[in-house]
């Protein structure tokens, strides 16, 4: 019954920047691990970032120096910061909290991600 919900995709022209929104619901946010997965068509669904509850950070290789995640414990909210889009990085979006004992594991129901040539 947990609500998770993604915000802040669009359509946006190679270079250019978004700010995903992840709205969380959750009693323990602050507690759980946030990630953000994408996946296009075809594809499998592939790991984007991840923030632990005490804010270490990590950004996969082909996003790293372009895409932040950040977190906001307060008002139960998680970030994705992407810069310098490409045209690869069309996908869904989507946010996920996690324990890191895998007994809690939410995920919201995506949003478009579009970049333009």
């Known amino acids: 019954q947990v609500q998770l919900v993604e915000s802040g995709g669009g359509l946006v022209q190679a270079g250019g920047s978004l700010r995903l929104s992840c709205a969380s619901s959750?009693?323990?946010?602050?507690?759980?691990?946030l990630n953000w997965w994408r996946q296009a068509p075809g594809n499998q669904r592939e790991l984007v970032a991840t923030i632990t509850a005490g804010g270490n950070a990590y950004v996969a290789d082909s996003m790293r120096g372009r895409f932040a995640i950040s977190r906001d414990n307060d008002a139960n909210m998680g970030y994705l910061q992407m810069n310098s889009l490409k045209p690869e990085d069309t996908a869904v979006y989507y946010c996920n909290i996690r324990s890191t004992t895998g007994g809690i594991d939410d995920w919201g129901q995506g949003t478009q991600v579009t970049v333009s040539p």
């Open positions: 959750s009693y323990g946010f602050g507690l759980l691990t």
